[in-house]
């Protein structure tokens, strides 16, 4: 066989391919350092840099970026920055300088708390309350929304009402403890310690509270309330695929209930969460990785029983044209078991 000899060009072009590589893999390995290219200390200082700006434009962002202590801050973690003769030079003063987010949080903290405190007083004023107690404004941590505590119903309803309304749109992040005296609200501050005490006490059990809302709500602590108790059948001796319960027309059922509003549904003693699946092993649905009694597959869920029903409607109509049939009872009081 005649061979053809390889173009000069091409041999050419060959070469400088590899001469190339083989300079960026030596330039990989810290042998050769290409023109133009970076050292480490000057990437370290402009990666340093770039926290300094995300640091400042996080501050302006939360309106706190002239707080004395957090200008100082960014101002000497910018210099140390530049000054470094070395990357880890520049590790260490960022690591000396990690409390710059707390100090931004402080001051937004006690910024929004400020805002808080002058709109109690606005209210008070503009409802010419002139009483003294105590009251406590409590974010709710799911929804930001604010709830006013008032033991000694200092506040009449609509302006409680109007208050919570108002201060839900200032973003507090902890509950915010207020003195009033004759009509005039302040931050309280704890004579001693063990008035300090009793209020963590209160704070710690109102956001167990407000966590056993949101492992309700999620799925994984129990939840009780009006509801309906659903029961799907099998088509009387049926055994065809489409006479048969399947597993989705389990999920066609929860995503009706979900969409009018359960705040949370059961299948077969399984509480549906986020990551919870419905499927079909061979005849068996299963549902969170365990196979639910079948015929009939028993469906709860909580939420406003007449509104959880007429959602089901169409369902019904699905379940009677295969011969199947589709059970709905309204209950007043329905438990669903938390996820396990």
């Known amino acids: ?9 091409l041999q050419a072009v060959l070469l400088l391919a590899v001469s190339l590589n083989s300079l960026l893999v030596a330039q990989w390995l810290h042998l050769v350092r290409l023109p133009g290219s970076k050292d480490d200390l000057t990437l ?46 520049v590790a260490e003063a960022i690591g000396r300088y990690d409390q710059i987010l707390g100090l931004i949080d402080a001051a937004y903290l006690q910024r929004q708390e400020g805002k808080a405190v002058a709109l109690v007083n606005l209210e008070l004023e503009r409802s010419k309350v002139r009483v003294s107690g105590p009251l406590v404004l409590h974010p709710d941590p799911m929804t930001g929304r604010i709830a006013v ?7 009449p309803p609509p302006v409680k009402a109007r208050l919570e309304e108002e201060a839900s749109d200032l973003g507090l992040q902890r509950a915010l403890r207020l003195e009033v ?18 209020l963590l006490r209160a704070e710690l059990e109102h956001l167990r509270a407000s966590l056993n809302e949101i492992r309700a709500a999620a799925g994984f602590a129990p939840l009780s309330g ?9 088509a009387p001796h049926g055994h065809s695929w489409e006479q048969i319960v399947h597993d989705q027309n ?14 949370g549904v059961e299948v077969g003693g399984q509480r549906i969460v986020a990551t919870s699946s419905i499927r079909c092993l061979g005849p068996v649905v299963v549902v969170n990785q365990k196979p639910v009694e079948p015929n009939p597959i028993v469906i709860k869920a909580v939420g406003s029983p007449q509104r959880l029903a007429r959602s089901l409607d169409f369902m019904r109509r699905v379940f009677a044209a295969t011969g199947k049939r589709l059970e709905v009872e309204l209950s007043s009081q329905v438990v669903l078991a938390g996820y396990h």
């Not at 066989?1 to 060009?9: G, Q, S």
């Not at 005296?181 to 009793?198: F, M, N, S, Y």
């Not at 009006?226 to 099998?234: E, K, L, N, S, T």
């Open 181 to 198: 005296v004759e009509g005039r609200a302040r931050i309280a501050t704890p004579a001693d310690q063990k008035q300090k005490l009793a």
């Open 226 to 234: 009006p509801g309906v108790i659903v029961r799907a059948y099998d």
């Open 44 to 89: 370290a200082k402009e990666g340093g840099l770039a926290l300094v700006s995300y640091y400042q434009k996080l501050a302006e962002a939360r309106g706190v970026a002239g707080e004395e202590k957090v200008q100082a801050s960014l101002k000497r973690l910018e210099r140390e920055i530049k000054a470094a003769r070395a990357p880890a030079q």
């Open 1 to 9: 066989m005649k061979r053809h000899p390889v173009p000069l060009w």
């Open 149 to 155: 505590e008032d033991e000694q119903a200092l506040l």
């Open 250 to 263: 389990v999920r066609d059922l929860v995503n009706q209930l979900l969409g009018a509003g359960a705040q």
